[in-house]
């Protein structure tokens, strides 16, 4: 299958400060890309849908200003978390969208620790 | 709209007996289900997906699959567990097209030896 890769796997950061998520689709461009979040023990919960060129689609309750999205290329979507406070500490996964095999790959994951 | 319900968030099997993960899903549309599974701190691997082909759908790892659009169902099954099986779950769902996931909150399969 497709490969999508996402950078860093894991991150400890200060209140207060940004952090960037970066996703890329490897060996495939794609248009779209999904951005979720996923508390311990919990299901994914999507946050935004993120388009090549275009602004992201944010899902209802998630803040656009604290969630920074950008899909600048065909295989390069970023998730920017700024001014993170401890509640944004979690699990964000991203998928891409593969349309020729109709199916979205999954990202390995990125933990967020804010302390 | 579309949902999914996994009916149990934890499931014990022995090793060698048979896997039964149950998803139920409601949607407005003709809906596209997926299998899912997630190993800890891991994203999510594809085992299999149904997108209205044949309705009996076999994935990878020995998992398969049916869709029974009368039951609104698609439960997973594996005739003999192994203890790789032991991780999480998703069922998902999307409308036929869309590719924007709904997923259901997870079953947790542990393996006893």
């Known amino acids: 299958g497709a490969v999508v890769s996402q950078h860093p796997s894991w991150v400890i950061c200060k209140s207060g400060t940004s952090v960037k998520i970066e996703c890329r689709s490897l060996?495939?461009?794609?248009?779209?890309m999904f951005w979720y979040r996923q508390f311990p023990k919990q299901s994914l919960m999507l946050m935004a849908t993120?388009?090549?060129?275009?602004?992201?689609?944010?899902e209802q309750g998630v803040e656009k200003d604290k969630f920074l999205i950008n899909h600048a290329s065909l295989t390069l979507s970023t998730l920017t978390v700024t001014s993170a406070h401890p509640e944004d500490s979690s699990f964000y996964i991203c998928?891409?969208?593969?349309?020729?095999?109709?199916?979205?790959?999954f990202g390995q994951g990125t933990r967020l620790t804010v302390v | 709209a579309q949902s999914v319900t996994q009916l149990g968030s934890h499931v014990s099997v022995s090793e060698g007996a048979l896997v039964l993960l149950r998803c139920n899903y409601s949607?407005?549309?003709?809906?596209?289900l997926f299998w899912y599974v997630q190993y800890p701190n891991q994203g999510l691997q594809l085992l299999l997906k149904y997108t209205s082909a044949a309705t009996l759908v076999k994935g990878i790892n020995g998992f398969e699959a049916e869709f029974k659009k009368s039951e609104t169902s698609f439960h997973l099954t594996k005739p003999s567990a192994h203890m790789s099986d032991a991780a999480e779950y998703f069922c998902a769902v999307s409308g036929a097209g869309s590719y924007q996931l709904t997923f259901g909150k997870g079953t947790k399969l542990s393996v006893i030896p």
């Open positions: 998928s891409a969208l593969h349309t020729r095999e109709r199916e979205a790959f």
């Open positions: 993120s388009n090549e060129g275009s602004k992201a689609t944010y």
């Open positions: 060996d495939f461009q794609a248009t779209t």
């Open positions: 949607s407005s549309v003709p809906p596209y």
